[in-house]
């Protein structure tokens, strides 16, 4: 009895390992051959490789999706295998906690596919968008329009990707819902929330930088244009320059003007506050500073433009007059190895003095008080050291002409008397001219004195010694008289 038992009980157990290795076998097979049709499937479709690469941003190393897909659905079936062996063995104690995780996996699986559908969803839509707003953006000629450099990503392409992800993420929410995945789920929610409510506002503000945008590049070319034709980049040249062209600056300049309070508004309607409100103070600043700066271009160019023709007058009518000979003649210059002349001197210095005179009103207009005050003293300076050097050089004229004078006399003390005539009045002029400048008035003063004793004493002296003689004589009559 006992040894039928056993040998029953044997069979019995020899059975169960028959139909779990059969299982085994049965279930290895099955595993390996679903898995294997499944990545055949993926194969032969290549974009599936493609799209899942591009999805995860991988272009340097390739994701090898059928392999993973393939490996992931084997194990999954290898468990079920191992888990109905261990049941046809009877191990009840490990075949408890595999058919809690296998059960789990079993409600799982739904939630991974409506997951999975929802993604394929997505994507279909996203590539939809995509291709609708490049094409909508190309009908309209968006890059040309925003002049987009060459070399660089097209904008209707940036706009096109953030519009294909964007509906990746507002579907986001749904997957993981569908994955059961509270804890993710509420912050994303949350933030697409926002990203929504602000939404009509961004697309606001994006069509009217864009609009702007577009009109200040029209109206800076219809104003480079207009400067062009009328010869604005021919002032002050002989020859239109290709670079740094007037008409380009000042269209740029317009161009910044027109697109400054178009991105104040923009930004405004997004509500950065923060940012708009400086941005709207410096630009009342700047609408309010634009007349005065245009008045004080105005005043200096039309001062330039009266500074040459008045300093090409000057020039010519002194060339006429023939000063350089006048002045040669004086022996005040000499016009032998000169690069230039008095008359084109005297022309460019009028020149520069009316365009002084212009800074000086532009700067009061401005409202640079100091730099006005500085022009201002540097006028006053210039008009000093001018009509100081004008002194000296008359002084010099008078001091030759005399010194020619006493020289024409032929007399035994005209040379003598000549030079200190001649040093006499050039001292003379010298300290009128410096005390004019304002240099070192009371050292002027000093030194004036000292020249003019010196001067007197030297005479004197020279005098003395040269008319002994005559002295001599006129003594020795005065001692005669009371005799007779």
Do not use: C
Request: glycine content about 8%.
């Amino acid at each position: 009895m006992d040894s039928f038992a056993i040998s029953q009980f044997m069979s019995l157990y020899f059975t169960k390992i028959l139909g779990a290795v059969a299982i085994l076998v049965i279930g290895l097979l099955l595993a390996k051959y679903i898995a294997s049709g499944i990545g055949k499937l993926i194969e032969k479709s290549p974009k599936i490789n493609e799209w899942v690469n591009k999805f995860f941003g991988e272009t340097e190393r390739e994701i090898k999706f059928g392999k993973i897909v393939v490996k992931t659905i084997y194990y999954i079936l290898m468990i079920f295998v191992i888990t109905a062996v261990f049941e046809a063995l009877g191990f009840t104690i490990l075949t408890e906690p595999l058919n809690k995780f296998l059960g789990n996996i079993s409600s799982f699986i739904p939630q991974i596919i409506g997951a999975v559908i929802l993604l394929a969803v997505a994507w279909i839509f996203a590539r939809i968008v995509k291709f609708f707003v490049l094409k909508g953006l190309a009908l309209v000629k968006f890059d040309e329009k925003m002049a987009v450099a060459e070399g660089r990503t097209p904008i209707s392409q940036a706009i096109a990707e953030i519009a294909y992800w964007f509906v990746f993420l507002i579907f986001l929410p749904g997957i993981l819902s569908a994955l059961s995945l509270g804890g993710i789920l509420q912050p994303v929610q949350n933030m697409l929330n926002k990203i929504l409510a602000v939404l009509p506002n961004l697309i606001g503000a994006g069509l009217i930088i864009a609009i702007g945008w577009f009109i200040a590049g029209k109206i800076r070319e219809a104003a480079a244009q207009i400067l062009k034709s009328v010869g604005i980049d021919r002032i002050g040249k002989e020859e239109e320059e290709e670079k740094n062209r007037l008409s380009e600056i000042i269209a740029n300049i317009v161009y910044v003007l027109i697109l400054i309070p178009v991105l104040v508004a923009g930004l405004d309607m997004i509500g950065l506050s923060a940012v708009t409100r400086p941005a709207t103070n410096m630009l009342d600043r700047v609408l309010a500073f634009i007349p005065n700066l245009f008045s004080a271009f105005v005043i200096i160019y039309v001062a330039y433009f009266i500074g040459r023709l008045l300093g090409d007058l000057v020039t010519r009518l002194l060339g006429k007059m023939g000063i350089e000979k006048l002045l040669a003649d004086m022996g005040l210059i000499t016009t032998e190895g000169a690069k230039t002349t008095i008359s084109a001197m005297a022309g460019n210095f009028v020149k520069i003095a009316i365009v002084f005179f212009a800074a000086l009103e532009a700067a009061n207009i401005l409202g640079l008080d100091m730099l006005a005050g500085l022009v201002d003293q540097f006028i006053v300076l210039v008009g000093h050291i001018i009509l100081g050097l004008v002194i000296i050089g008359v002084g010099l004229y008078i001091a030759q002409m005399v010194a020619s004078i006493i020289s024409s006399k032929k007399s035994a003390s005209s040379d003598m008397l000549s030079a200190i005539a001649r040093i006499s009045i050039i001292v003379l002029a010298i300290a009128m001219g410096l005390r004019q400048m304002g240099i070192a008035n009371e050292i002027i003063n000093m030194a004036f004195g000292f020249t003019i004793g010196a001067v007197a004493v030297a005479a004197a002296i020279a005098f003395g010694i040269g008319g002994k003689e005559v002295a001599a004589k006129a003594l020795a009559k005065l001692e005669k008289k009371p005799e007779e």
